[in-house]
């Protein structure tokens, strides 16, 4: 039931203040009539501090959580709301795993404006919805101003996978495919061209989705995935290079085959950045077995998030693990881990 506040929130012109990190009524009417409000559900109704929830019997859970500190806090194509829910549903399918439920944890600084605060939350909660994951409890801690960055959003998420699903870094064989669901490098140029009031003749804009319903056509199309991957931070090179340690093996690349937007590809020329290490938030990275690369590349083209997939390499047998790739011009080079921070804060 509402309670009757002295006064409603002043969304429009209010800030944050340390009242609303104390616990007291201010914390609540914060909690009802902004977070409650947007994410409504049967599970934040109960008004508990935590959430019972129904697992399916026998199910193995898988668990992941997300600090997101992304700056600036709104850019074209999102927010650190939505990419705080597309990120952690991302990691959860990564597993093979059915997402079912969101918390999330929210880091204020005192003077934040209260209606930057409600446009992230809504933004957060319609991604959710969208998704069919709901935020079922969460937090709220207010830090004094100066002593944070307009707000810092931590999701943890809970989901489940099927018997016979094993899907893992270390998983990747001599002889796969590698494939790749479409272009790279949208979600780094699109952030890094708002917090630089970078204007280029094309909008950039960020590719941040949920890709739970890709992973769940890909994994009911053939039983021969291994591996699956978000290349958010480091890009694509860093996650190969990632999956290659972990598998104790090597991958060969073909570069006319990876997808670049133009317009993203004459961003990274003009700012000096290499594609394959700028961050992405809507693609992932799928090894199987190469007599289901077909099968896998088919369904996944059949989904809207995977219309542009290709097979851009393959698994090889390298006791060094290196990456690699054949260039335009016939040669080959190394594709090495990250050096440093390319392009700092985009998750």
């Known amino acids: 039931m509402k309670k009757d506040y002295i006064r409603p929130l002043d969304i429009r012109n209010g800030c944050v203040d340390m009242g609303h990190g104390a616990g007291g009524r201010a914390a609540a009417q914060l909690i009802e009539e902004l977070f409650l409000a947007a994410f409504d559900n049967e599970y934040l109704r109960q008004g508990d501090d935590g959430a019972a929830l129904a697992i399916p019997v026998g199910a193995r859970l898988v668990m992941a959580t997300d600090g997101h500190v992304v700056s600036p806090l709104f850019f074209s194509g999102g927010d650190v709301g939505s990419l705080s829910v597309h990120g952690t549903i991302n990691d959860v399918a990564m597993c093979g795993a059915v997402p079912l439920y969101l918390a999330a944890s929210f880091i204020l600084e005192e003077g934040f404006p209260l209606a930057d605060l409600k446009r992230i939350v809504d933004s957060m909660a ?17 830090v004094e101003k100066g002593k944070g960055d307009g707000v810092f959003i931590s999701t943890t998420g809970v989901g489940v996978v099927a ?17 790749l669901s479409g272009t790279i490098g949208e979600h780094g140029v699109a952030v890094l061209s708002k917090r630089e009031s970078l204007d280029f003749e094309t909008t950039v804009a960020s590719d941040s989705a949920a890709l739970h319903g890709l992973v769940a056509a890909m994994l009911a199309a053939s039983d021969g995935v291994r591996v699956l991957r978000d290349p958010t931070r480091g890009g694509l090179a860093t996650t190969l290079n990632e999956i290659a340690r972990q598998s104790n093996v090597g991958m060969l690349l073909d570069e006319a085959a990876i997808p670049v937007l133009p317009q993203v590809e004459a961003a990274c020329e003009l700012l000096g950045l290499d594609p394959l290490y700028v961050a992405n938030e809507g ?14 590349l088919a369904a996944m083209r059949a989904h809207p998030l995977g219309a542009n997939a290709v097979r851009i390499g393959s698994v090889t047998e390298d006791p060094h693990r290196f990456v690699q790739m054949e260039t335009s011009f016939g040669g080959r080079r190394v594709v090495d881990w990250l050096s440093g921070e390319q392009l700092p804060r985009i998750c």
């Open 126 to 142: 319609a991604a959710s919805r969208a998704a069919g994951v709901p935020v079922v409890t969460g937090d709220t801690k207010v």
């Open 163 to 179: 018997a016979g699903v094993h899907i893992s870094g270390a998983n990747a064989r001599p002889g796969d495919a590698v494939l």
């Open 283 to 296: 693609k992932l990275v799928a090894i199987c077995a190469p007599d289901a690369a077909d099968a896998v």
